[in-house]
Nanobody, 115 residues
Framework: QVQLVESGGGLVQAGGSLRLSCAASGSIFRINIMGWYRQAPGKQRELVARITTGGSITYADSVKGRFTISRDNAKNTVALQMNSLKPEDTAIYYC?????????WGQGTQVTVSS
């Protein structure tokens, strides 16, 4: 059974940093593009960043220059380093494959940025 477990969220002031981590079980990690997504209250879930098995990366325009996605293929983990956080980054953050697959959604990790 595939599981994706996110961690590392919290409450931070604007301008601060957080590092999110996602641990993947099963074989999906090694063969898939992995992504970080977020869902803010009242908004649709959106892709924040994605990374291929070879390390090619794409970011949403809203986070370019502030967020960095990385993956460790040996440990089946994907991380999201978030710097210069803004109140509009407040959301629940999830990891999933890209494209996302419904059975893989986990509980996510809450990120709250205060102004």
């Amino acid at each position: 059974q595939v599981q994706l477990v996110e961690s590392g969220g919290g409450l931070v002031q604007a301008g601060g940093s957080l590092r999110l981590s996602c641990a993947a079980s099963g074989s999906i990690f090694r063969i898939n593009i992995m992504g970080w997504y977020r869902q803010a209250p009242g908004k649709q879930r959106e892709l924040v960043a994605r990374i291929t098995t070879g390390g090619s990366i794409t970011y949403a325009d809203s986070v370019k220059g502030r967020f960095t996605i990385s993956r460790d293929n040996a440990k089946n983990t994907v991380a999201l380093q978030m710097n210069s956080l803004k109140p509009e980054d407040t959301a629940i953050y999830y990891c999933n494959t890209w494209p996302a697959r419904d059975p893989y959604w986990g509980q996510g990790t809450q990120v709250t940025v205060s102004s």
